[in-house]
Structure formats: C-alpha cells, structure tokens
Nanobody, 125 residues
Framework: QVQLVESGGGLVQAGGSLRLSCAAS????????MGWFRQAPGKEREFVAT????????YYADSVKGRFTISRDDAKNTVYLQMNSLKPEDTDVYYC??????????????????WGQGTQVTVSS
C-alpha cells in the first residue's frame, strides 16, 4: 500500500518561501509521475505542479509558474515543492499525489491514485 506523507507547511509572510516535502513508502516511486495539488475550504482541489518519472519534465499551473519549483529525489523516495514569492492567495492545504499509470504524466486529478493527508500553507499579508 502506497503511503504519502507531506511536511513543511506553515505560516509565512507574503513574499516569503516554504519548501514542502512528500515522502513515499510502500510502493514503487521512481517509475511514476508525482504531483502537487491544493484545496481551499469549499473549493475544488486544483492542480499546482507535476513532475514526470525521470524528473526531466515539469508542468505548472499558470498561477504559480515562475514562483514554484517541483523536484524529486528518487534515492529518498521524496518529491519537493519549493515555493517562493508567496502570496496570500497561495493559502491552501497542499496535497501530493502519485500517478496511477506507470510513466504517465497528467495535470488532472483523476490521473492520480494515491494521496497524502495534506499540509496547511498560510500566507499572511
């Protein structure tokens, strides 16, 4: 059973930075794309970033492009989300996810079959 555990969330002032981590266990990590999503109360979960199985390709939501960077360390079974120049509108619960299909990459929610419990990010103005 794949388990994903996020960490690194917290409270930060606007313009600051945070780095989220997501540690995977219980299953294969290196052959799967990994993604980050976020969700505010009462809203749908939305795509933030994804990185392919090799780590060579990444896609970002327009709202975070140029500020967030996704990366992975297969030796540690961990995916990261470096968040810079944070804005109050980035306040959300952030979730990491593992793709369902081997070597498939997607920005859509349904393409991911395993999810972490989420970590809260709060950006104050």
């Amino acid at each position: 059973q794949v388990q994903l555990v996020e960490s690194g969330g917290g409270l930060v002032q606007a313009g600051g930075s945070l780095r989220l981590s997501c540690a995977a266990s219980g299953g294969t990590f290196s052959n799967y794309a990994m993604g980050w999503f976020r969700q505010a109360p009462g809203k749908e979960r939305e795509f933030v970033a994804t990185i392919n199985w090799s780590g060579l390709t990444a896609y970002y939501a327009d709202s975070v492009k140029g500020r967030f960077t996704i990366s992975r360390d297969d030796a540690k079974n961990t995916v990261y989300l470096q968040m810079n120049s944070l804005k109050p509108e980035d306040t959300d619960v952030y979730y990491c996810a593992r793709a369902r299909a081997v070597r498939a990459m997607s920005t859509t929610l349904g393409s991911y079959g395993y999810w972490g419990q989420g970590t809260q990010v709060t950006v104050s103005s």
